[in-house]
């Protein structure tokens, strides 16, 4: 499974995991058990955006020296528990690390004939806490699988309606990062104050770190691999 939150999960553990540090993802509404987690790993607990510590800003982790980190937020962090505790294996994808994740992707398909690959771009909430579809999640899952066929385009034929779509998507928007900073999504960071997330949200390919979520004695963490 491939957890895409381009704006800003994914990216940002992305991000920790370039500079060495393991990430557990919590759910986001549970602040308490995130500082109980926090205490019990000897880890950061990530703030709310805005303090100037660091927190589910990609920015505020670009040169930070943290050893583990707990990352609370509100789709991808709980997407990822629920895909980890049906026993799959999970990933984080985004621009930055997508051939990365699809050369992952190819090595899992090819270990076994029954290994499928499900992209899962996060989408964001309405303020009612309805689902809202995100543009710049399905272009980081179109980067994704228009890596994988590049090196194999012979999948095509394989892959589902939805994920042909996303691939055709990123192929066929001339600039894929003016398209995410003029999305729903990137025009409230940017508005907001947060231009920095944006602009390293929109790198692409900049990054063979591949964070996979794996339980390692302390609770389920992604790390580079």
Known sequence: MIVVDVLSFSTTVTVACEQGTVVHPYPHRDRAGAQRLARLVGATLARPRGDGRISLSPASLTHA???RLVLPSPNGATIAHTLLSAGAPVVAGCLRN?????????DHMARSERHDVVLV?????????SLRPCVEDHLGAGAITSALLRSEPGLRATLSPEAQAAATLWDGTPDPAGAIMASTS????????????????????????????????????FRAW
């Open 186 to 221: 990137g025009r409230e960071l940017i508005e907001s104050g947060w231009s920095d997330d944006v602009l390293i949200a929109v790198q692409a390919e900049v990054t063979r770190a591949l964070p996979r979520l794996r339980d390692d004695g302390l609770g389920p963490a």
């Open 121 to 129: 771009p996060a989408g964001e909430r309405w303020p009612d806490t």
């Open 65 to 67: 020296a943290v050893d």
């Open 98 to 106: 997508a051939s990365a994740v699809a050369a992952y992707a190819l």
